[in-house]
């Protein structure tokens, strides 16, 4: 395939917790940089982390340091992202998108840098 598809959305209460999971393109290997995004209705999408191919190094947005962990198997071609202590204002729709250059503090929220993106999972969550 030529975009990641990203699964594992669905709904949760407040204080659960879920795995995202991404499989990446099928160029992975030309990939630098893999991130999940979030959008809500009527809102830009965002960052929310992103994670360094080769040097396993990540970022995350604010909101979701000590909460999300990003994570990638590089052999089966996929990128993780566990969410813990889920409050309803995560509630998104998450995409997986991916970049050839590498992720970099400046702009690795931003959409720009990224040439792949899935068609999203949606995350619903309850109070």
């Known amino acids: 395939h030529v975009r990641p598809v990203e699964s594992g959305g669905g709904p949760v209460q407040a204080g659960g917790s879920l795995r995202l999971s991404c499989e990446a393109p099928?160029?992975?290997?030309?990939?630098?940089?893999m991130a999940w995004f979030r959008q809500i209705p009527g809102q830009e999408r965002e960052g929310v982390a992103s994670?360094?191919?080769?040097?396993?190094?990540?970022y995350y947005t604010d909101s979701a340091k000590g909460r999300f962990t990003i994570s990638q198997d590089n052999a089966e071609n996929m990128v993780y992202l566990q969410m813990n202590n889920l409050k309803p204002e995560d509630t998104a729709m998450y995409y997986c998108?991916?970049?050839?250059?590498?992720?970099?503090?400046?702009?690795?929220?931003?959409?720009?840098?990224?040439?792949?993106w899935g068609q999203g999972t949606q995350v619903t969550v309850s109070s």
């Open positions: 998108a991916a970049a050839v250059g590498e992720c970099l503090a400046i702009d690795w929220a931003s959409k720009s840098p990224y040439q792949s």
């Open positions: 099928g160029y992975y290997y030309t990939m630098n940089c």
């Open positions: 994670i360094n191919v080769d040097s396993g190094d990540t």
